[in-house]
């Protein structure tokens, strides 16, 4: 016998409020709640006890078609030995990874609060209400009748060492850290979406803070630093990772999301090829979802080492909202903890418009839902840098409000991977190459004669291009490549790409984005430079000397307007010298010893974006 405590209909009409929630079977009937397509909103607790007297009605909570269970900022512990049931599929095969993370962990009869789990909350959905527990195997191969899982592809991360650690088949994984591991059988005809293998998550759910380490400053078996904790989504709802990001500020740079070509079916290490794609929430998470990077995807040799070669790049996924189950790298910007809680919890069913998606598909559990309204996009543009003939690219993002500042904003911009083989693309900030952070995303206040620095790693002589792919609500109407060396602009825009041939090295002081430029009063400087006659307002009682004797440039700013940016260029459009977040000191100086003697053009611009060129004569001799 059962008693269906609460069918959809009698219990939900709008979404439905508890104070707490307790289910538990009577001496002769199974009781349940079935939910379907709704929200279950419990205030503070919920109490569950296991169904025993029929094996197909053994939770107490059925999640079903994209509903979820969220509870309330009270964050009561949650008790008893019953269990709640959710889905969530996963396009992978037996040779294909994903990361997860546990909505659920093991129930007791005593002892409330959140508990580890392990593989063991996996179970095999067979029907609306009936699963097997799983069955786990120490071979290769995963499949999908039974559910088998091979727990030799089973691993979670030790956040202070920065190593992989292998998790078996029990119950090792703390609340809030996630997992990964591989499918389940063989993907068919090449197309990874065509295995795709339910998972039902039963458990006692978690809730309420979870506490995690973040760690800094160590390295990885490849030699990179990348600051990674492998968490996830706790919760059998969706979760906010704007939110987490706010609340956890500033320990969080950015989140990083893994992916791999799921056409490659081998278990050997050197045949795969995956990276992270970086996501960071933006200035209006809310109206256009955030900023993602598609990963670059790297191959190793045998001895973990990056390889050069051409391997694609992962999906273009929607990353505001974790989906329950989805897993994923934080990216710290300090050794010290993060906290996940309820108040970052939302019911957010999946799909793209709705800026949630475990992978790059339709969820079998029910298609994409709801709408975006009109969005609201921060102006950007796309720059894809490309290395070799056919090899890899590097996807960046360059984005442009007057909230941001020309440093590092924690929301707005993301430090990058750096885990391209043989050659590299990346934005940097900082006066000095000691003091710089390297970014795939950044955020910019727009000014028509800015120049963004890019810059390049080769680590052996290369042909590269850069090519502005997408460009949405830009203040420009093209956008160049300028090479201080030669004093030369490219144009990266319109279908066109910006080419150099560079020996091994880093350049990080040389390359520019440029989107217009011009010089007042010189002719020759400004044929060099890109478009002609902006209107700018010009900074009033300020003047610039050149103090050859102490080979000095002075500038005399008596109304301590603060100077956001001081250029330097030669008679042939090329840049010397640039100087950013100057200051507002009535005297300035900067040294000149280090150029050539000749005439330069010297340009300064305010944080209001007035301006003004100087001419000087510099002579060290």
């Known amino acids: 016998m059962k008693n269906l405590l609460l069918s959809l209909a009698m219990l939900f009409t709008t979404v439905s409020i508890y104070a707490q929630l307790t289910v538990q079977p009577t001496a002769s009937n199974d009781t349940y709640i079935y939910v379907s397509d709704e929200i279950l909103f419990v205030e503070q607790d919920v109490n569950l006890t296991l169904n025993t007297n029929d094996p197909t009605t053994e939770a107490s909570i059925y999640l079903r078609n994209e509903s979820q269970l969220i509870q309330g900022t009270t ?33 007791f009869t005593s002892n409330s609060g959140n508990k580890w789990n392990g593989l063991n909350r996996l179970y095999d959905s067979l029907t609306v209400t009936n699963s097997n527990l799983r069955v786990m195997t120490g071979s290769f191969y995963g499949s999908s009748s039974p559910l088998t899982i091979s727990n030799r592809w089973a691993y979670k991360w030790n956040p202070t060492t920065q190593r992989w650690q292998a998790t078996g088949g029990g119950t090792n994984i703390p609340p809030g850290y996630g997992f990964t591991m591989k499918g389940t059988d063989v993907t068919t005809a090449g197309v990874p979406e065509t295995q795709n293998q339910r998972y039902d998550f039963r458990g006692r759910p978690n809730n309420g803070d979870i506490t995690l380490p973040v760690q800094t400053g160590v390295a990885f078996t490849d030699g990179n630093t990348y600051n990674f904790t492998l968490a996830g989504n706790p919760y059998p709802s969706a979760l906010d990772l704007n939110q987490v990001l706010v609340d956890n500020s500033p320990m969080i740079d950015s989140f990083r999301f893994w992916d791999e070509d799921r056409t490659i079916n081998s278990h050997n290490y050197v045949d795969n090829k995956g990276g992270y794609g ?56 300090s050794t010290g903890s993060i906290t996940i809680s309820n108040s970052q919890r939302a019911y957010v069913k999946e799909g793209t418009t709705t800026y949630s998606e475990f992978r790059n598909q339709i969820n079998s559990l029910g298609n994409s839902v709801g709408g975006n309204g009109n969005l609201e996009i921060t102006p950007q543009i796309r720059i894809h840098s490309y290395f070799g003939d056919g090899t890899h690219y590097r996807d960046m993002l360059l984005l442009f409000h007057d909230s941001a500042t020309e440093g590092y904003d924690i929301g707005l911009d993301a430090t990058h991977p750096m885990d391209g083989a043989l050659a590299e693309a990346y934005f940097t900030i900082g006066d000095a190459p000691n003091n710089y952070k390297n970014l795939v995303i950044q955020m910019l206040p727009f000014e028509p004669q800015m120049l963004v620095p890019i810059a ?67 002719s020759t400087i400004a044929n060099n430079l890109v478009g002609t006659g902006i209107n700018t307002k010009e900074i009033e009682n300020v003047e610039v000397l050149q103090n050859n004797p102490s080979r000095i440039l002075e500038v005399s700013n008596p109304d301590q307007e603060y100077i956001k940016q001081v250029s330097v260029f030669d008679m042939s459009g090329k840049l010397a010298f640039m100087k950013r977040n100057v200051g507002s000191d009535s005297r300035l100086s900067f040294p000149t010893a280090h150029l050539s003697d000749g005439i330069y053009m010297v340009r300064l611009t305010t944080d209001d974006d007035k301006m003004k060129d100087y001419k000087v004569s510099i002579f060290n001799k």
């Open 278 to 333: 970086t996501w960071s929430p933006g200035l209006t998470p809310y109206a256009d979802g955030g900023n993602y990077v598609q990963p670059t995807f790297i191959a190793y040799d045998s001895a973990g080492n990056p390889i050069g070669g051409s391997y694609g790049t992962g999906a273009d996924t929607e990353r505001l909202y974790a989906p329950v189950g989805q897993g994923f790298m934080i990216v710290a910007n």
């Open 456 to 522: 390049f790693t080769l680590e052996q002589q290369t042909k590269f291009a850069v090519k502005g792919i997408e460009m949405l609500e830009t203040p420009f109407e093209e956008a160049y490549l300028y090479d201080s060396l030669d004093g030369t602009y490219s144009i990266m825009t319109g279908g066109k790409e910006a080419t150099k041939i560079l020996d091994a090295g880093t350049y990080e002081d040389r390359f520019f984005i440029a989107f217009r430029g011009n010089f007042n009063d010189d």
């Open 75 to 107: 964050a009561s512990a949650n008790d008893g030995n019953g269990m709640i049931s959710i889905y969530q599929d996963s396009n992978s095969d037996s040779f294909d990874y994903n990361y997860w993370c546990s909505p659920v962990h093991k129930p």
